[in-house]
């Protein structure tokens, strides 16, 4: 009985740390002690006018994977394609991304989460602004706060400098383990597959 009182008290000051005062409660997954809070969140931040991205989108690219993975990989932001479909890594550097998690016995849905820097693409696919990134960066710490990763990993050189507030360049970066804010969870950085698309030879 106590212990049920604690889980819920947990989800209510989970709750109020990500939503304030307002209470959203999933009813579709009761069975869960934690209401699926992901789903929620989304669902809450979806229509988000931070910045002038909501603009020119299509979709809301929140993420999507294993909501409770091991690893979090982490992108640029929504392309083209992400854009019509409202879901990340899903045009060709998505394909070369799911190749790279089948060599390690994974996939998208299975251990692993996907979401980007940014949830809503910039124009042309030009490089996140400043204040995009900014803007979006809350979403990322709910995702990370809730998905509970023991891995995160930044792919490309946007993401891995904007994780990381570093302007070095991801050859630097990459190879060793960093830590983001006081979060205990490692951070590893690694190319992006649109690169690797580019310069097949760095895959290995
Ligand atoms: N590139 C990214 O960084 N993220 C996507 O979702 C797609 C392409």
Redesign the pocket.
Known sequence: MTKNLNVKKEYLLQNQELFGKEIFLDIAQQSSPFPNQLNTFEKNICNCEKCDLHKSRTNF?FGEGDKNASLLLI?????AQ?DLEGR??V?R??KLLDKILKAIDRDRFNDTYIC?ILKCRPPNNRDPAHDETVACRSYLEGQIDLVKPRLILAV?RIAAQALLHSDFPVGRLRGRPHFLNDRQVPLVVTY?P?YLLRSPSQKR
């Not at 992108?75 to 392309?79: D, L, W």
């Open positions: 690219v992108g640029e932001a929504p392309g992400e990340p890594f045009g550097s998505g980007n490309g992006h649109a």
